[in-house]
């Protein structure tokens, strides 16, 4: 079947087949099926599009990847296609540029990708189809690469963290000392008789100390270097254990504690890492609620996944703000040091977890999700 074969003949528009200028032979049928069944097996959503600005041929995934009702592939028509896509688009005035280039350029093949409202990235592939050493249109293929970019924001986030913890490393120990020499002297000044007037004053310059030290504390466990020690441990256990501070802690702004501990394997878990990313994360969430609502704590098998799952009824994460959330020292918040986040990023990283935000108007739930691991069983022979 040659491509301007029958391009004169009336319109065939059989649904199984989205060959829409052809009227072809018995013999050229066959093979556009199989062509057809070739591009409906590709992973990549794939639309042909001639000089007129006429739709020739699209795959099923193309439809798929663009939520597109097929009567307007079907009518042919570009100018249709292109407003249902550019609703779509986080940014259609960077589409429209490029298609104006390309349009100027039609010899140019471009790859550029593309966000879209509800946050998948989409690379697009354009590339001018020839005929007899003649332009007569374009191929545009259509790849979903949203994962790719996830994992590559999660891997410059890590790396932004291992500088930060490198740098809290160097600098931590050189900072404290000072600390405690001047919080030392500040101890024996406020007992002293001729001091007594000033008491409040060296209270308070004790407690700021101790506010500066405990910032210290949180930012040095940012380290990347640190020596971690796991043993097997159940992730249910240490959460029980939490149960009686969290729920002192909620009760104080009138708000509930609810467990949802499903049966779950041990991991090999550093104890104290994991205690601080459950209640850095709890904190955040019980400041996000207003007092009546609940906080649920949850663990659970998901395929080869140990998950804990911490959901809030608060109002949720803008997306300007989760863009951030895992950034050291970003925070919202009057008193927050911004630390809590990134804290629990590197310990989850610390353990090969991952960090997964599902948010919106309702509230947030954190998920973290540990590899399941196998542990080998000891027979006693
Ligand atoms: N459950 C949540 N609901 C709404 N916003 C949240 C939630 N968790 C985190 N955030 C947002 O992420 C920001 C960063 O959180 P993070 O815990 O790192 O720092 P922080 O809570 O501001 O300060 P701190 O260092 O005291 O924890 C918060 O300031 C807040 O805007
Ligand atoms: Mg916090």
């Not at 100390?209 to 504390?217: F, K, Q, V």
């Amino acid at each position: 079947m040659e491509y301007g074969e029958s391009i004169h003949v009336e319109e065939y528009t059989d649904i199984h087949s989205k060959w829409l200028y052809y009227k072809p032979s018995v013999k050229s049928k066959e093979s556009l099926a199989f062509l057809q069944g070739a591009l409906n097996a590709t992973a990549d959503g794939i639309v042909v599009i001639d000089c007129k600005e006429n739709i020739c041929i699209y795959n099923c995934k193309f439809i798929e990847m663009w939520e597109i009702d097929e009567k307007f592939l079907i009518a042919r028509d570009q100018c249709q296609l292109l407003t249902l896509m550019l609703k779509q688009l986080k940014n259609p005035e960077e589409y429209i540029a490029r298609e104006k280039e390309l349009y100027i350029y039609p010899t140019k093949e471009s790859y550029d990708v593309f966000e879209l409202k509800d946050g998948r990235f989409i690379e697009r592939y354009s590339k001018p189809q020839r005929f007899d050493n003649n332009i007569v249109g374009r191929v545009l293929s259509f790849r979903d690469i949203t994962k790719q970019k996830q994992s590559e924001k999660k891997m410059a986030n890590l790396e932004r963290l291992n500088l930060v913890g490198e740098m809290a490393a160097g600098i931590g120990h050189e900072v404290r000392n000072p600390m405690t020499t001047i919080r030392g002297f500040l101890q024996m000044l406020i007992n002293k008789k001729e001091c007594i007037k000033y008491w409040d004053y060296y209270k308070l310059m004790i407690e700021e100390l101790d506010r500066a030290n405990g910032i210290i504390t949180e930012f040095l466990s940012l380290a990347k270097d640190k020596i971690i020690c796991r043993h097997l441990k159940n992730i249910n256990d240490i959460i029980n254990s939490l149960v009686p501070l969290i729920e002192a802690d909620a009760i104080i702004s009138n708000k509930y504690i609810k467990l949802e501990l499903a049966p779950i394997p041990e991991l090999y878990l550093d104890e104290a890492e994991i205690r601080q990313l459950i209640l850095n994360i709890v904190r955040n969430g019980l400041e996000a609620m207003l007092p009546g609502g609940y906080l649920t704590i949850k663990t659970y098998l998901e395929k080869d996944e140990i998950v804990l799952a911490i959901i809030d009824q608060g109002a949720g994460i803008v997306p300007e703000v989760l863009d951030k959330i895992s950034a050291p020292f970003f925070t919202t918040k009057d008193q927050g040091t911004g630390l809590g986040l990134s804290i629990c990023y590197t310990i989850a990283a610390h353990h090969n977890a991952v960090v997964d935000v599902e948010t919106s108007g309702q509230g947030t739930t954190f998920f973290i999700r540990f590899p399941r691991i196998e542990v080998p069983v000891l027979c006693a022979n």
